[in-house]
């Protein structure tokens, strides 16, 4: 994988992970044989260990859930152990994740694998010198998930850096071009934190700083049944 030469820095990028033919087997796969919520937006699936909120680390009264067979070949292998949590997420059209950070005392390396339509995600992180459409002070870093990339996010892209998706039906390229968004899937994989400490200081995203300077944190930031990803990650605060 190779780092891409851009603000937030740590973000690691490999193009045709997965090949067209594959990608479309899958596609196949994700529509007709697995089931899903039956809600709109953006939908989830849990593979591997289940996630504790009260300990922030995996719960061990849940058993592993099997990684299914099309999983198997598409477990990123840079990290010397297969992940201990897979979550595979349909976006419709219109669907988004709003900004965060994946809980830093939960999770140490974080990859993410696109498939379908390419969507724009937002990096952002705060700053005394830009603002955002919303004209909030924070710089913005629009990146392109192109089908069949696999992105790692790892150092400052990881932990000082929120990332969200907006819920939009198009996104405006940078040569102004406005792009439809269409079906996608992503697979995120994430590796548990042994001890569940970050150690990383940052008082606005980090939730290990913030419990050792006593700021209550906002777990539940997400509505109720709107996924089980609740507890995973941190709202941008
Ligand atoms: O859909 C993606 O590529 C990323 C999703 C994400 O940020 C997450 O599940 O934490
Ligand atoms: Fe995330």
Not at 81 to 104: F, K, M, N, S, W
Request: net charge negative; aromatic share 10%; charged share 30%.
């Amino acid at each position: 994988m190779e780092e891409l030469p851009i603000q937030p820095r740590g973000l690691f990028w490999q193009i045709d992970f997965v090949t067209s033919e594959h990608e479309a087997r899958l596609i196949q796969i994700f529509q007709n044989e697995l089931e899903w919520p039956e809600r709109s937006g953006r939908l989830s699936l849990h593979y591997g260990y289940t996630f504790d909120y009260k300990t922030f680390g995996v719960d061990p009264s849940v058993p592993f859930k099997d990684f299914p067979d099309w999983l198997v070949p598409l477990i990123p292998t840079r990290e010397g152990r297969p992940p201990e949590q897979v979550c595979l997420q349909h976006y419709p059209p219109g669907a988004g994740i709003p900004p965060h950070v994946d809980t830093h005392s939960a999770y140490d390396q974080l990859y993410a694998l696109s498939l379908g339509a390419p969507v724009m995600m937002q990096f952002a992180r705060s700053s005394d010198t830009d603002v955002d459409e919303d004209g909030e002070k924070k710089e913005v870093v629009e990146v392109d998930l192109t089908p069949r990339s696999m992105m790692q996010m790892s150092g400052d892209s990881r932990l000082h850096w929120t990332h969200g998706i907006k819920k939009r039906k198009t996104d405006t390229l940078p040569d102004g071009t406005v792009r439809r968004r269409d079906d996608r899937w992503s697979i995120t994989y994430r590796w548990v934190r042994e001890p569940a400490v970050c150690d990383c200081g940052d008082s606005k995203l980090c939730d290990t700083t913030q419990r050792q300077l006593g700021i209550e944190r906002e777990y539940r930031w997400k509505k109720e049944g709107e996924g089980t990803t609740v507890g995973l990650l941190q709202k941008a605060v």
